[in-house]
């Protein structure tokens, strides 16, 4: 029976009260202006959690930064993607603190990155300095906010301990006016046996969260009915202000009848478990944009040092052989590093755990008629088989899986509609790779219908590797996957040139390797690559190819659409600021341009070469907004000045521009 909850809430508040106990000394923020964050600290990431926090600064580039403390600079690394421009400082205080996506240096720090890229000939940087090359103080203008490697203007900002572990700036001397409650959007419920399924045939159900008229308190309307164990799921978000931008609550703490049951503390991270990212949200749910779905259990694989269970099951509720039939209640928390907090409630009936007996038992259902047709998908935990029988019968179907002509076995299913039956089947042994799935609806009757499969159970064997007509291939190992788990391979039904991977959203431990074929020699296999189809960008991204015994090789971090495309057309330099013949009056004027590919896109920096009067020039190059841009470091004498722009994709296709122009000093 479910108890008063009202005496946690003493507690509730102390945590509140204490919670940044722990915190240094308060320290300046690195913009002069008002806080307002765009990401929280663990927000989902792709395959990483965000490891710092996202300032605003109202969309503009530009923005002064400001060291917080005293330190000095102990690294600056460059590229065009991550976290484009970043800053490393070493405070005082032994702590790194991070700064990304800036436009710019300072006159005192900038000078050692232009010596660098012009002794080396790269954009590209990754420079390390001693304590007293650049030292830095409190309050002292150190860059200039901007969007390299992001596709929007903020500042990301970091704090690492002296061993490189990012940990909570909210919670680590940083404060920020923060009156708004956690936000409950819906709640979910994941089944976690061998066998159960909801009545609409899914291991998952989500429901909405109605806000009271409190507004701290949270219901689901409708009680729910389990007799199988369970994980709780839930969406929900925070705000530094109203209306501001969603990120993650700092902490969520599951409690069930009085006791908890589960907490995620979202304080501190640990670069090597990145992937568990994918185990602490819901990938199935971010794949379909809500990426503010979190399990409040434990996911085998799950690293993550902050979300631990309270108990010996993982934090579900149900396997507890002294678990009382009758009403439960349920509660999470979500409390902000500020200690505002909401709660969601939620009534359940725990029935007797259902008995699930063999194929052949002659288990009664209703009777049911129906013409649909005999289905199967690939989810996290397992497959599960949907029968629509057009043939009266007292008896539920049976599945039969195949390999070949060979019987691998039989599972019981389940009515969950009229006429509609499904079956869940855990990853097995037995089941490791599954030709064709059937079903009977007695000993006496064959199969009523046989459909193809191409079912690969992966993660049993160090190195494997899925061949499919020869055209396409999967290569895995144990090393990939958190846990062995079930992935459907094949040809497109569409187009047999393209093959899928399913489902789309899995999470892996690791990369791992796709394979086909080069459609030419190898000598000029460049041009063509293997290709992954980006259903929210609706575009064929080119993977990193290389070639591995005649056949390219990519690594995939899940399913979807892989097809090998050529791609023969040329990049496009466009928009060029600087025109053939033509005098200019600005000595130090900028060369800016349009820089487009169809498909394969550009490596890195090396793919694109700006040389003025013969010497090199630094590409800045932006791959969301498609500018390159490039400045003289020196004022440009008057006269006539040769521009040469030579710029090459993945796929080796090449373009280059050439030209002239004058410079002609205005008081001349």
Known sequence: MHRSLNI?????????????????????????????????????????????????????????????????????????????????????????????????????IDKFVKQAQLKSRRYYLDLTFEKAEIPIKQGELIAFSGRTGSNAPHLHFEIRTPDNYPINPLNHGFSLHDAVRPVFNRIGFKLTDDHSLFDNGSRKLILDAVRQKTGTDYVVEKVLHFNSPFGVLVDCYDQNRVGGMRHTPRRLSLYIDDTLYYQVTMDTLDFDIQRSVNLEYDLVEAAEGEKRVRRLFHH???????????????????????????????????????????????????????????????????????????????????????????????????????????????????????????????????????????????????????????????????????????????????????????IDVGADKNNPNRYTIEPEAFACRSDFAVLMPPQKSSSEATSDGICWWDKKENEWVWLDNILDANRLKTSATGGGLYALLTDNQPPVISRLSVKNGLTYFNPQLSIDFLLSDNLSKFADDRHILIELDGQWMIPEYDPFTKVCKTRPLETLADGRHDLKISVTDKAGNKTEKTLHFFVKAQNN
């Open 300 to 486: 085998t694989g799950n690293e993550f040092s902050g979300s631990k269970p309270a108990n010996n099951d993982r934090g579900l509720f149900g396997f507890d052989a002294w678990t009382l039939p009758g009403p439960h209640r349920g509660l999470v928390v979500a409390e902000d590093i500020a200690g505002n907090i909401s709660r969601l409630t939620f009534d359940f009936v725990w029935e007797s755990p259902e008995v699930i007996l063999p194929p052949d038992s002659g288990v009664v259902v209703q009777r049911a008629v129906s013409d649909g047709p005999l289905a199967y998908t690939v989810v996290d935990d397992g497959l599960i088989v949907y029968i629509n029988t057009n043939v009266g019968s007292e008896l539920a179907p049976r599945v039969e899986l195949y390999d070949g002509d060979s019987l691998l076995g039989v599972e019981s299913s389940r009515l969950i509609a009229a006429g509609r039956y499904a079956c869940f089947i855990p990853p097995q042994q037995k089941y490791r790779r599954i030709r064709r799935i059937g079903y009977t609806l007695s000993e006496s009757i064959p199969a009523e219908r046989l459909i193809p499969a191409n079912i690969y159970l992966v993660g049993l064997e160090d190195k494997e590797t899925i061949e499919v007509d020869g055209n396409f291939a999967v290569s895995t190992g144990r090393q990939n996957f958190f846990a062995p788990r079930f």
């Open 8 to 108: 946690l809430w003493p507690l509730f508040l102390i945590v509140a009260l204490n919670v940044t106990a722990a915190d240094q000394k308060q320290r300046p923020w690195p913009v002069k202006r008002e806080i307002d964050l765009s990401s929280g600290f663990g927000d989902l990431r792709p395959n990483r959690f965000h490891a710092g926090v996202d300032i605003r600064t109202g969309g503009q580039i530009g923005t002064k930064i400001y060291s917080p403390v005293n330190g000095y600079v102990w690294r600056i690394k460059m590229s065009y993607l991550g976290y484009g421009k970043g800053l490393y400082v070493i405070g005082d205080d032994g702590h790194i603190y991070v700064y990304g996506h800036l436009d710019n240096f300072s006159s005192k």
